[in-house]
């Protein structure tokens, strides 16, 4: 691997924005627009902090655990106490479900399972006995949530969990899941909204567009079919073997299933150095979620998708996502040179500043637009996992720089435009700032 130049002074200001965003144990994802914790965005948010101070990264992870509810699901959101918002909290009222915390309010569906990948990376950088009893209190945690996962989402022992919403995806408005959204039977009221665009009218009531312009933000439509939908599952107590296939957006979704494998890879690594044991009937549910994976993969066009739960249809729409296999190390030899050279090139993903969220060929690609074509540095950050996990070192040295000269240069925004590589969304972006400091490093120990 080629070094970087030393930046000490950027490595500076990626730790401040992280400390700016600090809240106690946990760091939010921006000050204005994302005042509550993420979960994932806790997980990049400790990849990045092991670099620098081990202990607090530990923290941000077990901070994670306060809102694990009783039957082991991780929720994609706890909220902040005392912070006033339009919405949020009252779609989900966790504390009606005899499984959420007491204490805390959180969300109520999940996000992509990055925290066993994040524990075992946080672990790596702590001192010797410190290690130990940190991967002691998590592990049994990890486990039952990665139990959760295959009991209440891979209803049919397929390997592949379902999601039950976008919020879930990480990768919210990406193409295939607002096509499958806009599928979905609608409410009277909303289908008049959208015929008579009075949709228009709700930019009086978003708070999001307070802060960012809302060409880079979800489309109002959207923005209320996802609403909706939450609605929707809410009714349905937010079980997916309660839901209405009908009305219901199910789907087997890429990048959250490429983010399984390779969590469960590492939640079997954490067991091996605890030498304790992960029941058969859970590792050979990982085994099939590693092979399941590759039912994923379109041969005419060599790229893997998301596929509609209960269609079993592809759902042929590219992303970034197809990348994201490479992390586990799925996909042959051939079909790993397939993507690799569907990476690199210039008219779909190797653009000015890759990798963008949608390729630049796609008639979904739209430049400033949040998950629908910016290059996001949570996803370079995993292209780069993958291509390191099948030796693409070149590659590797190649984004990791392009990586960091764009933040370099635009500061720790959101996402970025794919062809000038404009910064988008907020300023000063917690997992931007934190995957820049695993970045600037290199390989992890
Ligand atoms: C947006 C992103 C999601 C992220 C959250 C907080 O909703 O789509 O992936 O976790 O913001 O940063």
Redesign the pocket.
């Known amino acids: 691997m080629t070094s970087l130049p030393a930046t000490p002074d950027f490595a500076r200001r990626a730790q401040r924005v992280l400390d700016s965003n600090r809240r106690g144990d946990w760091t939010c994802?921006s000050a204005d627009l994302?005042p509550h914790q993420?979960l994932?965005?806790s997980c990049f948010i400790a990849i990045g902090l092991a670099r620098t101070d081990p202990q607090r990264a530990a923290s941000e992870i077990r901070s994670l655990f306060r809102g694990q509810w009783a039957n082991g699901m991780l929720p994609?959101m706890i909220f902040a106490p005392g912070i006033r918002d339009l919405g949020s909290r009252r779609i989900w009222q966790s504390n009606r479900h005899a499984d959420a915390p007491r204490d805390v309010e959180t969300s109520c569906i999940t996000?992509p399972p990055v925290p066993a990948v994040a524990s075992q990376r946080v672990a790596q950088a702590l001192p010797g006995p410190e290690r130990g009893a940190f991967l002691v209190e998590v592990f049994p945690k990890l486990v039952d949530y990665h139990r959760w996962l295959y009991r209440e989402r891979d209803l049919h022992h397929r390997g592949l969990v379902t999601l039950i919403h976008p919020?879930e995806c990480?990768?919210?408005t990406t193409p295939p899941w607002m096509r499958e959204l806009r599928r979905m039977p609608a409410p009277w009221w909303l289908r008049l909204a959208l015929r008579y665009r009075l949709t228009r009218f709700i930019r009086f009531f978003r708070t999001d567009t307070r802060f960012t312009p809302p060409q880079e933000r979800p489309t109002a439509a959207d923005g209320l079919r996802m609403l909706v939908l939450a609605r929707r599952i809410k009714d349905h107590d937010f079980e997916l073997r309660r839901l209405p296939r009908a009305s219901s957006v199910l789907i087997e979704d890429l990048a959250f299933n490429a983010f399984l494998a390779v969590a469960n890879q590492s939640l079997e690594a954490i067991a091996g150095e605890l030498e304790l044991a992960i029941e058969p009937e859970l590792t050979v549910s990982f085994r099939k979620t590693e092979a399941a994976l590759e039912e994923l993969w379109d041969e005419e066009s060599g790229q893997y998708y998301p596929r509609n739960a209960v269609t079993g249809e592809l759902i042929k729409l590219p992303t970034v996502a197809t990348f994201l296999p490479l992390m586990a190390e799925v996909p042959s030899a051939e079909r790993a040179d397939r993507l690799v050279k569907l990476l690199h090139d210039p008219d779909r993903y190797w653009t000015k500043f890759p990798v963008p969220s949608v390729p630049t060929d796609s008639r979904q690609f739209d430049d400033d637009r949040y998950?629908k074509g910016p290059t996001w540095v949570n996803t370079n950050w995993a292209v780069i996992e993958g291509l390191r996990a099948i030796g693409e070192t070149d590659l590797v040295d190649e984004l990791r720089r392009r990586t960091l000269d764009l933040v370099e240069r635009e500061g720790f925004s959101e996402y970025f435009s794919a062809l000038n590589g404009v910064g988008f969304g907020a300023d000063d972006f917690s997992w931007t700032a934190a995957l820049t400091l695993d970045l600037l490093e290199g390989p992890a120990r």
């Open positions: 994802p994302y993420w994932w965005d994609n996000q919020w990480g990768l919210d998950w």
